[in-house]
């Protein structure tokens, strides 16, 4: 002990001798400027400044220089070398590859004093401050409405990982990408997940060290993006002027403890119970798994003498699976392994004094793999396996690569008379493809390969867009005015895999094409097994598809400062799609100054959804199991015969409608902001459940669609709060609470004439009102000395109830079985939450070791261990998910 604190006061005095620099940034008419991002020359050290304008940063390197940049001003630089005090007024300006706050068309608009709530999340900071090494699971712990647990037995959710704003949709929120639109997905969530029957976008497929910021507006944005923002919109603020090379190596690894004595609960063999029976691991018992290495580079230079830049990232992140206690039909329940190496690049280059050039892009590499629903013995009751290939059963390993690559290239220009001109082109493709491994196709008997290629899926996009925007100072106290049209081109692609991944062969091992005159293989039980890769069922010809179709869009955007304490705001946009056919939203915002210290805002927006390309084409015949037997289902596409005949309508957009309304408090280092919603969604597109089709001769027994099938009413409150105290020069504790408190409620089932029970039944409820905890809570403590900075979070979860797999083994028909099975049925995981604790050093001016540890005290949600939950395992992937404790290193450079 006595060491301890020898090296503890050691560390703590090199600390307190590190330099600190203090001061105000202001604009040259002496007006504080809230949100200047500071970074030392040559690091990734960087603050932004408060409200007031105020700023302080500890000084790393030994001649420091600091970059002072904001969002429509010049950037510049100032040394401050044996100095502890820097006051800077910035003047006007484009800023070279800059972009707009998200929300906003002007570039005189911060985060901080706009009309609807933002938060502005550091990722590259708590990426390295937190060990968390996607964006995904960075976001959920940062940001109060942003909501992603991994999955585990849903397929493509494995290994793309679901998430979600204010509880909508992972498919109701835009992200874009330097204010640019980013493509989506091309996994359309179908099995055992949330977010069943919507697409999103992958943010884990944009490394986090390409990342400067990430904007979350947390407001409708339909008026002024176009389809997806209901929810909100995520703009995620490529790394620009960092000069030189900046990186590091993460490692971490999480406990197996996840106590309990399950087995001795259940009466059965339980698997993966405290890292012990572990038998689909070659390397048997461990104490802790999912060992996850992160190495990640930085280098950015300088193009030009007038502010142009080059800025390079390169990631490397390798994941173990983790295994966590299952039956012995779900022995490999737990997160997938991921292989995957990431590009990025941004840049800039003037072209003259009024005109630049941008391009910036990547492309990203994913090979992932995760376990499916455990195989028997092969049996009577379990045809699906072969004998003399799995004599003792088997677990299918469902592994994927996903490409994704993304281009984005335009000119900036100012014309002659005062207009910002931006003309761009954005590409995109995400292609996702299934190779299913440690398998058969049990209709072939010992003839069938063990490994398939089950093809695939692929989305592209291109838009095209022209945007015109000025800002008149000596209009009242400031207008700007925006305007511009976007083009953009879809294309969605199904293409089959090998033939034995999704055929049924006959007794002379041929595929079936013609059942009246071929006899099916008949096992050694006398059962006819079905035919297709077991895990996941390989794409057929007839699944194949290749639909396009386009949209153009018109928008104008004014912000009128009527004064200096009150802002209003308004946007229209009309778009129009091949497919569907036009809408038209609009968006009004204001802002009110009632005090110095405090503000109040408000809006009210309508907004849309198009259908995605996937969730009209979408389909596949795959083996579920109900009731014990396997059942094939049909995945009928929108515009197929078995939908119409089922009266399933052509989907059609989802209309909402968005009321925001708030107040900001500052008073000295203490600042508030509370911000109320409401969202209205009509026509949300789900995906209905199982449907008996026995009789129509579409090759299954049941079918299932997607279809404008509910209205939803989602109510909340955000609330954040923030305080820094400082010590001294050299020392400052800052705190803050981050909360959203959110509702949605299903207020009507457009099931039509068809059985609700059966359209869109308590389970699938369930599942779509689960999106979100009733509430996330976040505190954070962080302690800066110099050259020392220690980070203690808490996420507090609430209470989540959903209804487990009984639903679907035995439907309800009518309210009075469904009452009865709510009594069973229905899980319940108590109210929890998390505990990360991380503690760094600069070491040298090159050097910054941090250690560290998220959900140190290894909590769990509270298990409802009985064999029925939806994905297999002890418990469902909600509030925290199912990996437990992380311990990690990380060691940090710059040159």
């Given at each position: 002990m006595r060491h301890l604190i020898l090296l503890f006061v050691t560390v703590y005095s090199l600390a307190l001798n590190a330099q600190n620099i203090s001061g105000i940034v202001t604009d040259n008419t002496n007006t504080p400027l809230i949100g200047v991002s500071i970074i030392e020359k040559g690091t990734t050290n960087g603050v932004i400044t408060d409200i007031d304008g105020a700023y302080s940063i500890n000084i790393t390197t030994k001649s420091p220089i600091l970059i002072f940049s904001y969002t429509g001003h010049k950037s510049i630089e100032r040394s401050v070398e044996g100095i502890s005090e820097l006051n800077v007024v910035l003047e006007e300006g484009i800023l070279l590859g800059e972009v707009q706050v998200v929300g906003?068309?002007?570039?005189?608009?911060?985060?901080?004093?706009?009309?609807?709530?933002?938060?502005?999340?550091?990722?590259?900071?708590?990426a390295n401050s937190t060990g968390r090494v996607e964006v995904n699971q960075i976001l959920q712990f940062n940001a109060p409405s942003f909501n992603a647990t991994k999955q585990s037995?849903?397929?493509?959710?494995?290994?793309?990982?679901?998430?979600?704003?204010?509880?909508?949709?992972?498919?109701?929120?835009l992200v874009l990408i330097n204010g640019k639109r980013r493509h989506q997905s091309s996994l359309v969530n179908i099995f055992g997940t949330r977010g069943r029957g919507n697409t999103g976008t992958d943010l884990n497929a944009i490394p986090a060290a390409a990342i400067k910021r990430i904007e979350i507006l947390r407001d409708g944005a339909s008026a002024q993006y176009g389809s997806d923002a209901i929810a909100g919109v995520i703009n995620v603020v490529l790394k620009d002027k960092t000069p030189g090379l900046s990186g590091g190596v993460t490692y971490g690894a999480y406990s197996t403890a996840v106590g309990g004595d399950y087995a001795e609960k259940s009466g059965e063999d339980i698997y993966n119970v405290n890292g012990k029976n572990r038998s689909l691991d070659p390397d048997g018992d461990k104490s802790y798994d999912g060992n996850t290495t992160r190495v990640d580079l930085n280098y950015g230079i300088s193009l030009g003498d007038k502010g142009g830049f080059a800025n390079f990232t390169a990631?490397?992140?390798?994941?173990?699976?983790?295994?966590?206690?299952?039956?012995?039909?779900?022995?490999?329940?737990?997160?997938?392994?991921?292989?995957?190496?990431?590009?990025?690049?941004?840049?800039?280059?003037?072209?003259?004094?009024?005109?630049?050039?941008?391009?910036?892009?990547?492309?990203?590499?994913?090979?992932?793999?995760?376990?499916?629903?455990?195989?028997?013995?092969?049996?009577?009751?379990?045809?699906?396996?072969v004998p003399s290939l799995y004599p003792n059963g088997f677990t299918p390993r469902i592994t994927s690569n996903i490409i994704d690559n993304s281009f984005t290239g335009g000119i900036r220009h100012e014309l002659s008379n005062g207009w910002q001109a931006d003309f761009s082109h954005s590409y995109g493709l995400n292609d996702f493809h299934y190779l299913i491994k440690n398998t058969n196709n049990a209709s072939l008997g010992s003839a069938s390969p063990t490994e398939f290629d089950a093809g695939g899926h692929?989305?592209?996009?291109?838009?095209?867009?022209?945007?015109?925007?000025?800002?008149?100072?000596?209009?009242?106290?400031?207008?700007?005015?925006?305007?511009?049209?976007?083009?953009?081109?879809?294309?969605?692609q199904i293409y089959a895999g090998e033939v034995g991944s999704y055929a049924t062969y006959d007794i002379n091992g041929l595929p079936i094409t013609n059942p009246a005159i071929q006899t099916p293989f008949v096992n050694q039980f006398g059962i006819e097994p079905g035919g297709g890769s077991q895990g996941f069922p390989g794409y057929s010809p007839a699944n194949a598809v290749d639909k396009s179709r386009s949209n153009i869009g018109f928008y104008g955007d004014a912000e009128l400062n009527i004064t200096n304490k009150f802002l209003l705001s308004?946007?229209?946009?009309?778009?129009?799609?091949?497919?569907?056919?036009?809408?038209?939203?609009?968006?009004?915002?204001?802002?009110?100054?009632?005090?110095?210290?405090?503000?109040?805002?408000?809006?009210?927006?309508?907004?849309?959804?198009?259908?995605?390309?996937?969730?009209?084409?979408?389909?596949?015949?795959?083996?579920?199991?109900?009731?014990?037997?396997?059942?094939?289902?049909?995945?009928?596409?929108?515009?197929?015969?078995?939908?119409?005949?089922?009266?399933?309508?052509?989907?059609?957009?989802?209309?909402?409608?968005?009321?925001?309304?708030?107040?900001?408090?500052?008073?000295?280092?203490?600042?508030?902001?509370?911000?109320?919603y409401m969202i209205d969604v009509k026509d949300r597109i789900i995906l209905t459940d199982v449907f008996d089709v026995s009789t129509l001769n579409v090759g299954a027994e049941a079918a299932q669609f997607f279809a404008n099938g509910v209205d939803t009413k989602t109510t909340g409150v955000d609330i954040i709060l923030n305080y820094k105290h400082y010590l001294n020069k050299k020392s400052n504790i800052s705190g803050g609470i981050a909360a959203n408190f959110n509702n949605t409620e299903i207020i009507n089932i457009n099931a039509g004439t068809l059985n609700p029970f059966t359209f869109f039944g308590p389970f699938s409820q369930a599942y779509l009102q689960a999106a979100a905890p009733d509430y996330k809570v976040g505190a954070n403590v962080i302690f800066q000395a110099g050259r020392f900075e220690a980070m203690l979070v808490y996420t507090q979860f609430s209470q989540v109830q959903i209804q487990d797999f009984q639903w679907v083994d035995s439907p309800a028909t009518n309210q009075s079985e469904a009452d009865e099975l709510y009594k069973v049925a229905t899980d319940t995981y108590a109210a929890s939450g998390t505990l990360d604790l991380s503690a760094s050093f600069a070491v040298s001016d090159r050097f910054k070791v941090t250690l560290g540890g998220n959900n140190i005290l290894n909590k769990y949600p509270t298990p409802q261990f009985d064999g029925w939950t939806d994905q297999g395992g002890f418990n469902d992937s909600v509030q925290m998910g199912s990996d437990g404790r992380y311990l990690f290193a990380r060691l940090g450079f710059n040159f």
């Open positions: 906003s068309r002007s570039y005189n608009r911060s985060a901080t004093n706009s009309p609807v709530a933002i938060d502005v999340i550091e990722v590259a900071n708590l037995g849903s397929d493509g959710a494995d290994h793309v990982d679901p998430a979600s704003l204010r509880g909508l949709g992972p498919d109701q929120t990631e490397y992140l390798t994941k173990d699976r983790t295994l966590r206690p299952g039956y012995s039909w779900r022995k490999g329940y737990g997160s997938a392994a991921v292989d995957q190496f990431q590009f990025f690049v941004n840049s800039a280059m003037p072209l003259g004094d009024k005109s630049e050039l941008y391009i910036f892009g990547g492309r990203g590499n994913r090979d992932t793999g995760a376990f499916a629903f455990s195989r028997s013995e092969p049996s009577e009751d379990e045809p699906r396996s692929n989305l592209a996009m291109n838009v095209t867009g022209l945007n015109f925007s000025k800002y008149y100072k000596r209009i009242a106290s400031g207008l700007n005015l925006a305007f511009g049209t976007e083009y953009r081109t879809e294309n969605f308004g946007a229209l946009r009309y778009e129009n799609y091949s497919d569907f056919g036009n809408t038209l939203n609009y968006k009004l915002a204001s802002r009110y100054n009632i005090f110095d210290d405090l503000a109040i805002r408000a809006s009210v927006s309508s907004g849309f959804r198009a259908p995605s390309l996937a969730q009209i084409h979408y389909n596949l015949i795959f083996t579920n199991i109900i009731a014990g037997r396997s059942l094939q289902t049909l995945l009928a596409s929108n515009t197929s015969t078995v939908a119409k005949a089922f009266g399933i309508n052509r989907l059609q957009e989802e209309k909402a409608n968005n009321f925001s309304a708030g107040l900001t408090y500052k008073k000295g280092n203490f600042t508030a902001t509370i911000d109320g």
